[in-house]
Structures are given as C-alpha cells and as structure tokens.
C-alpha cells in the first residue's frame, strides 16, 4: 500500500515585515497565494527513507534534514509510533526559491503518513504540527489564498474571485531564507529605517474579491524584495524585462530568487514567458494559475 499527496508551491502576494522578534523571527502580515506548480510525496511502509527525483533538485537533502523526513519524525512522535515510511518526492516546485517547497513535502508527508498509518488527526492538530516544523508549513495544506500573521503560520483564508495567471522565473541557484531576512535588518540599520508593523493592504484585498487582475497586479509588494535584490542585482534585470513587456505586476516571490509576473489570461502568461526567455533573463519559465487548493491525497 502506499499513499501519494499532491501539493502546490506558493507566491506572496504582499509580504510585509515587521521588526525583528526576541524569538529570531519577524511578525509578517504574508498573503499566500497557491499556484499550480506541483511537488507529488508518495510514502510506502518501510524504514524512513527519502528519495527525490525531479528536474532540478540539487540542494535537496535526502538524510534527515529533508522537511519531509522530519514532518514523518514529528507526527510519529505526536501518535507514540515508530516513523516508519519511506518517501519519495517528484519534485517540480523550484528549490530554495522562494516558492515553500520544502514547506510543501513537509505538509504533504505529514497528510500521506496520518493515512498510510489510518491515524485519525484532526485538522487544527495536524495544522499545529506543521507550524513546529515552519512558518510557511500550514499554509500547504490549507492552499487557496490566505493572509498567515505571526510568524507567517497564524491563517485566515482571503475571499479571491476566479484565476489569476502568472509567470514565474526561476533562477539558477537558490536563497537562503535567514540570510534574506538578515539582510532586510542589516539593510534597514544602514538606513535607519524603522521597520514599522505590516498592514494588510485593502488594495490588495479589494482586488482579490473582485478577481481585478489589473488592481492585484498595482498592489503586490514584498518588504524583502530590496535584500533579495542586494544578494542577486541580477533579479533587477528580471524584474524590469517582465515590466517592460506589459506584465500587470512583478515582484520578488517570499526570499527569492524567483521573479513572479501577474497576466492578465493565459494567452499573455505564454507571450509575457515566451518574451522573458527570449531576453535570457532567467533559467526557466513556468506559467501558472492561482489559487489552487492546497495539499490533497490523490491515492
Ligand atoms: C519568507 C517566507 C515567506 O512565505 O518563505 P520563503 O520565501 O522563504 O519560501 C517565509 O516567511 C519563510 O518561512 P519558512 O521557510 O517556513 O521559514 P522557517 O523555517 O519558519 O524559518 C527559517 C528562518 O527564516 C527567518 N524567519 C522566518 C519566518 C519569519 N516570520 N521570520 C523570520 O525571520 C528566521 O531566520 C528563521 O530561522
Ligand atoms: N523537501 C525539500 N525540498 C526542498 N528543499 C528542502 C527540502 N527539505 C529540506 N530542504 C532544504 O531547505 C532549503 C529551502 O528550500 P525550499 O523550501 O525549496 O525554499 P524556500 O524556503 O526558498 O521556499 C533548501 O535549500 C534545502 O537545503
């Protein structure tokens, strides 16, 4: 018997950071949007394992350190059971990208492993043991479109009228996540800048509801976009190539490096990557919907 979860990756339609925490974290006023770029986590009773396959997964640890081996740990302790499965992640989700999907094989095998092992878990337990294992965990399995406050974990689900398209540009190499979040505190120090205390923007809101993919596009923001810019300048040049050929939008996804561009249809999705990978500003082009529901067993 085995079980496969199917789950989407994530784009951060406003990201905004507040001060620094005693704790190391920031408090964020994050508004996730699942789009359709999908990691597939099939777990098969067995001595914990990992495999992962997939395009481009170098960077992805296949001992314990994967997030996916440590969601099959954590639920395993919770129920007083030994973690035994064996996983494997088919990977599609960019690694280290800004697009949570680490965070993703993480919600996926805790969902598989409570099936596989017939253990009832009730949602807000299950939503708990995701935020122990990270910030962006939970969202994964709730999917849709979501404002996460706290350090990102605390979710309400955002009324989104019909499809938005998008674009996204995925770079060679990856970012580290604390050293984006370092930087956005190094960069504020040297400018004196107070990091005030985020706001969800009603723009943002009032476009979602309304499906006004010109609007949602005028109020994306990411209070980290100028330390991912810092770290990689050459996402600059990404960012400018999307503007300059009529995307609705454009904004750093969460840490980066990946570059996301709002359409206005599908038909614009296809030119505006068709124009990006002309340009070379990228290592790859991927056009997706959102949102999407969130981590779902399909077997
Ligand atoms: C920035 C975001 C935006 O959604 O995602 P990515 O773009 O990396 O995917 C998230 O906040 C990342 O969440 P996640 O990747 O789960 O991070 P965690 O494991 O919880 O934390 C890793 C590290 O990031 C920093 N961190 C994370 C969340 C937060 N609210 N404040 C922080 O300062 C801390 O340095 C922390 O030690
Ligand atoms: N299942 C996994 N998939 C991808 N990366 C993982 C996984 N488990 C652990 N990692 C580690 O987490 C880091 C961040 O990966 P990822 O979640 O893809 O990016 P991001 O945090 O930018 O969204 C990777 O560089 C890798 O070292």
């Known amino acids: 018997m085995s079980v496969t979860v199917k789950v989407p990756a994530k784009v951060n339609l406003q990201l905004g950071v507040g001060p620094l925490r005693d704790d190391g ?21 067995g001595p914990l394992a990992v495999t992962v396959a997939g395009a481009s997964v170098e960077g992805v640890p296949t001992g314990p350190d994967n997030l996916a081996a440590k969601a099959v740990v954590r639920l395993a302790g919770h129920l007083g059971r030994a973690p ?10 960019p690694v280290a990208g800004g697009m949570a ?15 596989l092992w017939e253990a009832d878990v009730p949602l807000p337990v299950l939503m708990d043991l995701a935020a122990d294992l990270g910030s962006d965990v939970p969202f994964a399995l709730l999917g849709g479109t979501a404002v996460g406050l706290g350090r990102g974990e605390r979710l309400t689900p955002l009324s989104c009228e019909g ?17 984006v979040f370092a930087e956005c505190d190094r960069l504020r120090a040297a400018f004196e800048a107070e990091a005030g205390w985020p706001h969800e923007s009603p723009d943002l809101l009032a476009a979602l509801a309304s499906g006004d993919a010109k609007a949602l596009g005028a109020a994306l923001t990411n209070d980290l976009q100028p330390a991912a810019l810092s770290l990689r300048p050459s996402l600059g040049r ?20 990946t570059c996301a561009f709002l359409a206005a249809d599908a038909e614009h999705a296809a030119e505006l990557a068709a124009a990006l990978a002309e340009a070379g500003v990228a290592r790859a082009l991927a056009a997706a919907t959102g949102p999407v529901p969130g981590a779902h067993v399909l077997s």
């Open 101 to 115: 999907g680490g965070s993703a094989d993480a919600a996926a095998a805790l969902l598989a492993c409570a099936r």
């Open 163 to 179: 499809e938005f398209h998008w674009v996204f540009a995925l770079a060679d190499g990856g970012l580290s996540t604390p050293a």
């Open 25 to 45: 974290y920031h408090d964020l006023v994050n508004v996730f949007h699942a789009v359709s770029l999908f990691d597939e986590v099939t777990v098969t009773p």
């Open 238 to 257: 990404t960012l400018a190539a999307g503007r300059e050929f009529g995307a609705l939008g454009e904004l750093v996804s969460g840490s980066g490096p």
């Open 84 to 93: 035994e499965a064996s996983v494997h992640i088919e990977k599609a989700i």
